[in-house]
């Protein structure tokens, strides 16, 4: 069945449509909540929002992919659904002291949720995006950022950091966005000569609400009190955490860790030294953080076998998703292929090709 434009399901034109695209985070997980480093990559699937004047006084949300609508009174609050993502974007301008009326909200996206892409994030900032231009706002694309953030925090519960939302703000598909989460200084960054990104869904969807994600930020909170700093970024070696029990210790160790592998990799090393640090990266998620599964860990190993593969580790928050590996340039289609023919059989899982190959299901919005 074909999905419903604009048009075809509100009868009308829209006269705005922004959209905003997920994000690879290819080194720096986890260390955005603790002012830490990270180094992502825009993807090709992007979420596309378009808006029109509602016909009446209440705003209507509608998703491409699901075929349903939501319908969102002026002064409610929704309690669960992606329209929570939109509410929140809505309502946070109208707190800055902006008039939003009530408004026809149109979804699609091509960024698959679950797959630790940050389809959230792009819904967020494609939202934002549409209503700057619908109500021609001054807002820079740092601004949307931090709006897009708090909307997640405050309307969807996530205590997410600002990585996600300044990707899908700033990033392009060519060039890592090497950003400093505290300062929110930035440096646009090639990737490593001759070389290009795999990412595979591992099949095993997942939502940051529903996992142990906050529970890792607040073990961070924990950590950082016993080692006498204001943030994990704050540790200045390894040796302050001797007084800090476990399993706070371990997680400590992976931010302290993360951050110097990003530091690493922006100083402009070669595919084959970046691989080693993704490897290591990935390491340290599963063992000093715990948020590798079975199934990201066979993903991986399947991954750096092949001889096209410098290096691969989980990407987004874990708890399921998907892996990332740095490949040759040009062969990241054909490993991409193997891999998943191996994968699919040890896993048990239907996991997919979701870069560079195009065959992807679209987000579930």
Same mark, same amino acid.
């Given at each position: 069945?074909?999905?419903?434009?604009?048009?075809?399901?509100?009868?009308?034109?829209?006269?705005?449509?922004?959209?905003?695209?997920?994000?690879?985070?290819?080194?720096?997980?986890?260390?955005?909540?603790?002012?830490?480093?990270?180094?992502?990559?825009?993807?090709?699937?992007?979420?596309?929002?378009?808006?029109?004047?509602?016909? =009446?006084?209440?705003?209507?949300f509608y998703s491409a992919q699901t075929g349903k609508e939501v319908v969102l009174a002026r002064q409610a609050r929704l309690a669960?659904?992606?329209?929570?993502?939109?509410?929140?974007?809505?309502?946070?301008?109208?707190?800055?002291?902006?008039? +939003?009326?009530?408004?026809?909200? @149109?979804?699609?996206?091509?960024?698959?949720?679950?797959?630790?892409?940050?389809?959230?994030a792009a819904l967020e900032v494609a939202t934002l995006r549409a209503l700057r231009t619908f109500l021609d706002l001054a807002l820079t694309d740092v601004e949307i950022a931090q709006l897009a953030q708090k909307a997640e925090v405050a309307y969807a519960g996530v205590q997410c950091g600002i990585m996600d939302q300044m990707a899908a703000s700033l990033c392009d598909e060519a060039h890592m966005l090497f950003l400093d989460t505290r300062s929110l200084v930035r440096e646009v960054l090639p990737l490593p000569a001759d070389a290009e990104v795999l990412v595979i869904d591992s099949g095993v969807a997942r939502t940051l609400a529903a996992t142990k994600y906050n529970e890792r930020r607040a073990e961070c909170g924990t950590a950082a009190l016993a080692a006498g700093v204001p943030s994990l970024r704050d540790l200045a070696s390894l040796d302050q955490l001797a007084r800090v029990d476990e399993p706070f210790r371990r997680r400590a160790r992976h931010?302290?860790?993360?951050?110097?592998?990003?530091?690493?990799?922006?100083?402009?090393?070669?595919?084959?030294?970046?691989?080693?640090?993704?490897?290591?990266?990935?390491?340290?998620?599963? =063992?000093?953080?715990? +948020?590798?599964?079975?199934?990201?860990?066979?993903?991986?190993?399947?991954?750096?076998?092949?001889?096209?593969? @410098?290096?691969?580790?989980?990407?987004?928050?874990?708890?399921?998703?998907?892996?990332?590996?740095?490949?040759?340039?040009?062969?990241?289609?054909?490993?991409?292929?193997?891999?998943?023919? @191996?994968?699919?059989?040890?896993?048990?899982?239907?996991?997919?090709?979701?870069?560079?190959?195009?065959?992807?299901?679209?987000?579930?919005?």
């Open positions: 069945m074909a999905m419903m434009t604009f048009e075809t399901f509100f009868d009308d034109a829209a006269p705005v449509e922004e959209s905003a695209p997920g994000r690879v985070n290819l080194l720096g997980e986890h260390t955005d909540y603790n002012d830490g480093f990270v180094l992502p990559v825009a993807t090709p699937m992007r979420t596309h929002v378009a808006l029109a004047p509602s016909r =009446d006084d209440a705003f209507h669960s659904g992606y329209g929570r993502y939109i509410e929140g974007c809505i309502r946070l301008l109208e707190q800055r002291g902006h008039e +939003v009326p009530p408004l026809r909200v @149109h979804v699609r996206s091509s960024v698959p949720m679950g797959a630790g892409l940050s389809s959230s931010v302290f860790t993360e951050n110097a592998r990003v530091a690493r990799a922006v100083q402009g090393v070669g595919a084959s030294e970046f691989g080693q640090l993704m490897n290591a990266s990935h390491a340290s998620l599963r =063992d000093d953080y715990e +948020v590798s599964t079975v199934e990201l860990d066979i993903l991986c190993d399947l991954m750096r076998a092949q001889p096209q593969v @410098h290096g691969a580790r989980l990407t987004g928050a874990g708890f399921g998703g998907a892996c990332v590996a740095l490949c040759d340039a040009g062969t990241a289609a054909a490993a991409g292929e193997a891999v998943l023919t @191996h994968y699919n059989n040890a896993s048990g899982r239907a996991g997919r090709v979701l870069m560079p190959a195009a065959s992807h299901q679209g987000a579930q919005l």
